[in-house]
């Protein structure tokens, strides 16, 4: 039974700050956990990433104003979101991939930022 459990979604105003949780339970081996986020009316796209090797990766977009990081005893990835524009409301999915090869997704947590 595998289930990622995201948090930490809310309404800010620009230039605000949340930061989004999530839990990863009945999964092991995990290579790599990130963030991604949908856009009404838009495609998936990478938020940040973090490796098993605590390797990250940001969306251009976001470098500089987001932070994710892990707690590995917990199972948990966070994504620390500074300087909030409206640009980033959307639905953050939280991502694991297991064995290089499978895919698990989160719910699901909206973010929406006005202006």
């Known amino acids: 039974q595998v289930r990622l459990v995201e948090s930490g979604g809310g309404l800010v105003q620009a230039g605000g700050s949340l930061r989004l949780s999530c839990a990863a339970s009945?999964?092991?081996?995990?290579?790599?956990m990130g963030w991604y986020r949908q856009a009404p009316g838009k495609q998936r796209e990478l938020v940040a990433r973090?490796?098993?090797?605590?390797?990250?990766n940001y969306a251009d977009s976001v470098k500089g104003r987001f932070t994710i990081s892990r707690d590995n005893a917990k199972n948990t990835v966070y994504l620390q979101m500074n300087s909030l524009k409206p640009d980033d409301t959307g639905v953050y999915y939280c991502?694991?991939?297991?064995?290089?090869?499978?895919?698990?997704w989160g719910q699901g947590t909206q973010v929406t930022v006005s202006s």
């Open positions: 009945g999964i092991n081996f995990i290579n790599a």
């Open positions: 973090i490796t098993s090797a605590d390797n990250t």
């Open positions: 991502h694991v991939r297991r064995l290089a090869i499978s895919d698990y």
